[in-house]
């Protein structure tokens, strides 16, 4: 069987946690495999209490149940479970340094500062896998806060739709042939 396009949304555990801006990554895994499976009955299961997952066809669909700085267990037992190599990873996560509206994808590049990237890396062992940075800087900011100033705070609601907007520009990136192989 070929190893499937393993999509890991970062973020935290909990309900308090679920609708903060720190769990960008994991509302993006929600809303494309939601997307995938043709609405919001997605089968997820739960693997070791180590993440939530869905598989069909080509994508594997992965929630860390581990907090946010101690993303690496999740992402390598994933790695493990879908007889994956991490460039069959593609990890979604919040980004401070991008406004929100903004995303990008990279791959091979350093965590900048981010402890969910750097603790993929560190079990990974590499950093060749494919990240989508996920813009959460509030726009309207006056003056620079630092990121835990604002990372668990609700995501505004006037910011709901351009995020949806978001998912859906990644999801049809992702499903580009051309995306996949990237530098």
């Known amino acids: 069987m070929e190893s499937p396009t393993v999509l890991i ?7 308090e946690y679920a609708s903060t801006y720190h769990n960008i990554g994991m509302a993006a895994v929600d ?11 997605v089968p997820w299961e739960t693997h070791q209490k180590l993440f939530s997952y869905a598989r069909t066809g080509h994508w594997a669909f992965v929630k860390p149940l581990t907090f946010m700085n101690d993303s690496g267990r999740a992402v390598r037992e994933a790695v493990r479970k879908f007889n994956a190599a991490p460039e069959d990873i593609v ?3 919040d980004d401070s340094d991008l406004l929100v509206g ?3 994808m990279s791959r091979g590049r350093g965590a900048a ?5 750097e603790s993929a890396i560190a079990a990974l062992g590499t950093n060749q896998f494919l990240r989508v940075r996920i813009g959460i800087r509030p726009p309207e900011e006056r003056t620079r806060e630092k990121a835990g100033s604002f990372v668990l705070h609700p995501v505004q609601k006037s ?4 995020f949806a907007k978001i998912f859906d520009e990644i999801a049809e990136a992702l499903a580009e042939p051309s995306t996949q192989p990237l530098p």
Request: net charge negative.
């Open 9 to 15: 949304g970062l973020g935290n555990p909990g309900a």
């Open 31 to 41: 809303a494309i495999a939601a997307d995938i499976f043709g609405g919001a009955n």
């Open 91 to 93: 990890l979604l996560h």
């Open 102 to 104: 903004e995303w990008k």
């Open 113 to 117: 500062g981010h402890h969910g990237v």
């Open 159 to 162: 910011s709901e739709p351009i």
